[in-house]
Protein backbone atom coordinates (compact mmCIF):
# COMPACT_ATOMS: atom_id res chain seq x y z
CA UNK A 1 0.00 0.00 0.00
CA UNK A 2 1.47 3.50 -1.05
CA UNK A 3 1.62 6.15 1.90
CA UNK A 4 0.09 9.41 0.77
CA UNK A 5 2.17 12.24 0.84
CA UNK A 6 1.37 15.52 2.46
CA UNK A 7 2.35 18.68 1.32
CA UNK A 8 3.82 21.37 4.03
CA UNK A 9 0.67 23.66 4.42
CA UNK A 10 3.20 26.55 5.07
CA UNK A 11 4.96 25.87 1.58
CA UNK A 12 1.95 25.29 0.11
CA UNK A 13 0.67 28.90 1.39
CA UNK A 14 3.93 30.47 0.24
CA UNK A 15 3.50 28.71 -3.31
CA UNK A 16 -0.22 30.66 -3.18
CA UNK A 17 1.08 33.81 -2.16
CA UNK A 18 3.83 33.59 -4.14
CA UNK A 19 0.73 32.95 -7.38
CA UNK A 20 -1.12 35.74 -5.70
CA UNK A 21 1.42 38.39 -5.72
CA UNK A 22 2.88 37.86 -9.29
CA UNK A 23 -0.89 38.22 -10.37
CA UNK A 24 -1.03 41.38 -8.46
CA UNK A 25 2.57 42.35 -10.55
CA UNK A 26 0.24 42.07 -13.29
CA UNK A 27 -2.73 43.87 -12.60
CA UNK A 28 -1.53 46.79 -10.65
CA UNK A 29 0.55 50.07 -11.87
CA UNK A 30 4.30 49.65 -11.26
CA UNK A 31 4.70 53.29 -11.74
CA UNK A 32 3.08 57.05 -11.19
CA UNK A 33 3.88 59.64 -12.98
CA UNK A 34 1.16 62.38 -11.06
CA UNK A 35 -1.72 61.26 -12.74
CA UNK A 36 -0.62 58.90 -15.06
CA UNK A 37 -0.08 55.17 -14.18
CA UNK A 38 1.86 52.48 -16.06
CA UNK A 39 0.95 48.40 -15.84
CA UNK A 40 3.84 46.01 -16.37
CA UNK A 41 3.10 45.91 -20.12
CA UNK A 42 3.71 49.55 -20.65
CA UNK A 43 7.23 48.78 -19.44
CA UNK A 44 10.00 48.26 -21.72
CA UNK A 45 11.10 44.58 -21.28
CA UNK A 46 8.58 43.43 -19.81
CA UNK A 47 8.54 39.64 -21.14
CA UNK A 48 12.08 39.01 -19.85
CA UNK A 49 10.64 39.88 -16.28
CA UNK A 50 7.49 37.66 -16.79
CA UNK A 51 9.32 34.72 -18.22
CA UNK A 52 11.47 34.75 -15.34
CA UNK A 53 8.25 35.10 -12.83
CA UNK A 54 6.54 32.55 -14.54
CA UNK A 55 9.64 29.52 -14.91
CA UNK A 56 10.55 30.45 -11.06
CA UNK A 57 6.61 29.74 -9.73
CA UNK A 58 6.65 26.50 -11.95
CA UNK A 59 10.14 25.46 -10.45
CA UNK A 60 8.73 26.15 -7.00
CA UNK A 61 5.53 24.03 -7.68
CA UNK A 62 8.30 21.38 -8.59
CA UNK A 63 9.87 21.32 -5.58
CA UNK A 64 6.81 21.23 -4.11
CA UNK A 65 5.79 18.19 -5.88
CA UNK A 66 9.15 16.13 -6.23
CA UNK A 67 8.86 12.84 -5.18
CA UNK A 68 12.89 12.28 -4.20
CA UNK A 69 15.15 13.86 -2.28
CA UNK A 70 17.79 14.78 -5.43
CA UNK A 71 14.88 16.42 -7.11
CA UNK A 72 13.65 18.28 -4.00
CA UNK A 73 17.66 19.40 -4.04
CA UNK A 74 17.57 20.33 -7.72
CA UNK A 75 14.54 22.07 -8.02
CA UNK A 76 15.39 23.92 -4.68
CA UNK A 77 18.64 24.93 -6.65
CA UNK A 78 16.86 25.90 -9.93
CA UNK A 79 14.23 28.01 -7.72
CA UNK A 80 16.65 30.18 -6.00
CA UNK A 81 18.39 30.68 -8.93
CA UNK A 82 15.95 32.01 -11.12
CA UNK A 83 14.12 33.82 -8.35
CA UNK A 84 17.15 35.79 -7.91
CA UNK A 85 16.81 36.16 -11.60
CA UNK A 86 13.33 36.91 -11.36
CA UNK A 87 14.25 39.65 -8.59
CA UNK A 88 16.72 41.34 -10.54
CA UNK A 89 14.83 41.47 -13.51
CA UNK A 90 12.31 43.26 -11.44
CA UNK A 91 14.61 45.80 -10.29
CA UNK A 92 15.72 46.35 -13.79
CA UNK A 93 12.49 46.80 -14.49
CA UNK A 94 11.34 49.63 -12.11
CA UNK A 95 14.46 51.49 -13.14
CA UNK A 96 12.97 51.34 -16.91
CA UNK A 97 9.38 52.40 -15.88
CA UNK A 98 11.06 55.09 -13.88
CA UNK A 99 13.25 56.76 -16.83
CA UNK A 100 10.78 59.20 -18.31
CA UNK A 101 12.41 58.34 -21.63
CA UNK A 102 11.36 55.22 -21.69
CA UNK A 103 8.33 55.78 -21.00
CA UNK A 104 7.27 59.12 -22.63
CA UNK A 105 9.96 59.39 -25.54
CA UNK A 106 11.61 62.48 -26.24
CA UNK A 107 9.83 64.73 -24.31
CA UNK A 108 10.51 64.46 -20.42
CA UNK A 109 7.80 65.46 -17.99
CA UNK A 110 8.62 67.48 -15.25
CA UNK A 111 6.94 65.21 -12.78
CA UNK A 112 9.01 62.70 -10.56
CA UNK A 113 7.92 59.22 -11.14
CA UNK A 114 6.95 57.40 -7.78
CA UNK A 115 7.12 53.52 -7.54
CA UNK A 116 3.36 51.78 -7.65
CA UNK A 117 2.11 48.29 -5.68
CA UNK A 118 2.86 46.30 -8.51
CA UNK A 119 6.29 46.46 -8.61
CA UNK A 120 6.52 45.62 -5.17
CA UNK A 121 4.25 42.36 -5.75
CA UNK A 122 7.06 41.11 -8.23
CA UNK A 123 9.79 41.77 -5.36
CA UNK A 124 7.51 39.88 -2.90
CA UNK A 125 6.80 37.51 -5.75
CA UNK A 126 10.53 36.54 -6.30
CA UNK A 127 10.80 36.07 -2.27
CA UNK A 128 8.00 33.60 -2.25
CA UNK A 129 8.61 31.48 -4.84
CA UNK A 130 12.13 30.95 -3.03
CA UNK A 131 10.54 30.50 0.53
CA UNK A 132 8.06 27.83 -1.31
CA UNK A 133 11.15 25.71 -1.81
CA UNK A 134 13.30 26.44 1.18
CA UNK A 135 9.83 25.54 3.00
CA UNK A 136 8.85 22.28 1.30
CA UNK A 137 12.96 21.00 1.20
CA UNK A 138 13.32 21.31 5.05
CA UNK A 139 9.90 19.20 5.54
CA UNK A 140 10.51 16.72 3.32
CA UNK A 141 14.23 16.11 4.17
CA UNK A 142 13.97 16.13 7.66
CA UNK A 143 14.15 12.77 9.15
CA UNK A 144 11.00 11.34 10.63
CA UNK A 145 10.25 10.58 14.49
CA UNK A 146 8.41 7.88 15.16
CA UNK A 147 5.12 8.60 16.75
CA UNK A 148 5.18 6.40 19.89
CA UNK A 149 9.02 5.52 21.45
CA UNK A 150 9.21 2.25 20.97
CA UNK A 151 8.68 0.32 24.66
CA UNK A 152 11.35 -1.38 25.85
CA UNK A 153 10.71 -4.40 28.35
CA UNK A 154 10.95 -3.38 31.93
Do not use: C, K
Amino acid sequence: MRRLRVMPPAAVGAALLGAALLGAALLLPWVHYGDFEFRLYDIPGWPRYLTLALAQEAAAVAALLAPTRRRRTVALAVTVALGAAAFAAAVVTMGGGQDSRNMFGPIVPAIFPTLGRGSHAAVLAAIAGVATAVIAWIHRTAPREPAMPARTPS
